[in-house]
């Protein structure tokens, strides 16, 4: 079936320095979202994005946190600098549509910040 | 905001009976969807079931769930268990659209079957 793909699967990184999550959506999908999942607890939604501008974002999409998909490439996370409470596995999604509309997710990137 | 409370964290159940899951949700929206992720170690996330109408069952794959709104609820069942249904199992809902926009997890259950 569809697959959207996440590279990296896992990133450890200094604090304070800058990462970059990229995902590589479904090829016609137009709707892009990030989900964050701290150990132990329920993915929480961070942002969606479509037509090159963020939709909506949650209160945890910290000014920190920005995305963007240039020319139709990766849809990427940046986190600029990065705490130590970012290190979570971040879920890249995509879909064809919103309404009614089937969700595809990457296996996610675990991040851990040090 | 929005919230789902999936009240098991962990079921085990031997090969053969019954399964059932709770989920059960708080909204504003007066349309709201639910739906059945789930998630194989090292895999991703996939759906497995999305809700129908009010008191309209919904299948696939041997799983079955009904949107019950005046119980907020939306469990999973399935009436025999195999080893490869062991996996984490996520209810998720969307508020207003019924898509994709923005999806409100709950902790999610880890359900194994055992032989």
């Known amino acids: 079936g569809p697959k959207v793909l996440q590279i990296p699967s896992h990133q450890i990184i200094d604090m304070g320095q800058m990462v970059t999550l990229n995902c590589d959506p479904v090829s016609n999908h137009l709707y892009f979202y990030w989900y964050k999942q701290i150990l132990g607890q329920q993915m929480e939604f961070l942002v969606n994005?479509?037509?090159?501008?963020?939709?909506?974002k949650s209160k945890l999409f910290k000014d920190q946190f920005s995305v963007e998909r240039p020319d139709g490439s990766y849809f990427t996370l940046k986190i600029q600098p990065t705490a130590l409470e970012d290190s979570a596995v971040y879920f890249c999604?995509?879909?064809?549509?919103?309404?009614?509309?089937?969700?595809?997710f990457g296996k996610g990137t675990r991040l851990t910040v040090v | 905001g929005d919230s789902v409370t999936q009240t098991e964290g962990l079921v085990t159940l031997t090969e053969g009976l019954p399964v059932m899951l709770n989920c059960t949700y708080q909204t504003i929206y007066s349309n709201a969807f639910l739906f059945w992720y789930v998630h194989y170690l090292n895999e991703s996330p996939w759906l497995l079931l999305r809700s129908s109408t009010d008191n309209k069952r919904t299948e696939h794959q041997g799983f079955h769930a009904t949107l019950h709104k005046s119980s907020s609820s939306f469990h999973l069942q399935k009436s025999s268990a195999q080893l490869s249904d062991s996996a984490l199992y996520y209810c998720?809902?969307?508020?207003?659209?019924?898509?994709?926009?923005?999806?409100?997890f709950g902790k999610g259950t880890q359900l194994i079957i055992q032989p």
């Open positions: 999604a995509s879909s064809a549509g919103q309404a009614n509309t089937e969700v595809f």
């Open positions: 998720a809902l969307s508020g207003y659209t019924g898509g994709a926009d923005r999806l409100t």
């Open positions: 994005f479509y037509n090159g501008k963020v939709m909506e």
